[in-house]
């Protein structure tokens, strides 16, 4: 895969013809979702055959009457993250900051913004618990020119500055992950609406891609950068064998990250060499950098239900 991507602009990027086989797979992805989300309401249960009072029965103990359940989730969405200061430390070198950088996030450009999720819903339907990954991204604008502070190689930085004079690479874009475990509470249904809230917390793992123009090579792979909360409110529009819901989340993490000039593979790996250079006290050649990213969420998708059978009749 590296030896596809080409360099131009300051930016990496696939050649023309895998951008749009990328495009044809996000289009793709899209309608899949879209054709769950219609097949999770349209799947006939038992109950659909049987009697119209066990349909009723049954119905009531799942779609209108929530209880012990556990759901599996996909989602996609849009955010809105806060401009924020990214900062680049390493010992005798760099300690500068880039004030208020304006982070945005191409959610619909490949790779997508989406979410998994597992809720485990407790007896009675109104208190349950969520595992929630995120995948979201953050791009600084390199064309914006900013307010620069510090020490840039060993120099005062300058008073301004645009980031695409001194950087090849400033992102988090496969992308800010978050893993998150969250409590969760059913409001009063009116219906098949159920209103729900929730909060969680959680560690974050992006996938760096910073890359100094001064230095040798980039940072590009899996990291643990820290801790992150958030918060949610949402609709759950319950149907046969799942829901559909749209829901607002509110996220705040602030990141910290060593700065290594690797290629990274996957996650488990990187995060296995992160631990391993940690433990054995090795300082990145390149130092650290991180930023706060706060963000507004909304976001859509659908979960499917699995609900314990009830117990025989004696």
Do not use: C
């Not at 430390?89 to 619909?108: A, C, L, S, Y």
């Not at 890359?211 to 529009?237: C, M, W």
């Amino acid at each position: 895969m590296a030896a596809s991507l080409r360099y131009a602009d300051g930016r990496w990027a696939l050649p023309a013809r895998r951008r749009t086989a990328a495009t044809m797979l996000n289009g793709a992805a899209a309608t899949v979702t879209s054709a769950l989300i219609i097949a999770m309401a349209a799947i006939p249960q038992e109950a659909d055959v049987a009697p119209v009072a066990a349909s009723s029965a049954a119905n009531r103990s799942t779609a209108l009457a929530p209880d012990r359940e556990t759901n599996f989730g996909l989602y996609l969405g849009a955010p809105y993250t806060y401009p924020s200061d990214f900062w680049l430390k390493k010992n005798g070198r760099h300690d500068f900051q880039i004030k208020d950088v304006e982070w945005f996030t191409k959610p619909f450009d490949n790779p997508l913004y989406y979410g998994v999720r597992i809720q485990r819903w407790l007896t009675g339907g109104r208190v349950g618990t969520m595992v929630d990954f995120l995948h979201s991204k953050a791009y600084a604008p390199f064309d914006q020119e900013k307010p620069f502070s510090g020490t840039l190689d060993g120099k005062p930085a300058p008073e301004k500055g645009k980031p695409v004079d001194y950087f090849s690479k400033l992102e988090w874009s496969h992308g800010h992950n978050m893993l998150t475990i969250n409590g969760l509470v059913r409001f009063l249904q009116i219906g098949h609406v159920a209103p729900y809230a929730g909060v969680g917390a959680g560690v974050s793992l992006p996938h760096s891609e910073i890359h100094l123009k001064t230095d040798p090579s980039r940072t590009y792979e899996y990291q643990y950068t820290g801790p992150n909360v958030q918060a949610l409110f949402g609709l759950e529009i319950r149907l046969r064998t799942g829901s559909v819901f749209v829901e607002y989340k509110f996220t705040h993490a602030d990141y910290a990250g060593p700065l290594t000039h690797t290629d990274g593979s996957w996650l488990p790996l990187d995060l296995y060499r992160q631990f391993s250079r940690w433990w054995s006290g090795e300082d990145p050649p390149g130092g650290w950098a991180g930023a706060r990213l706060t963000s507004h969420q909304v976001v859509g998708g659908f979960l499917v239900r699995f609900v314990p059978a009830a117990p025989a009749a004696p």
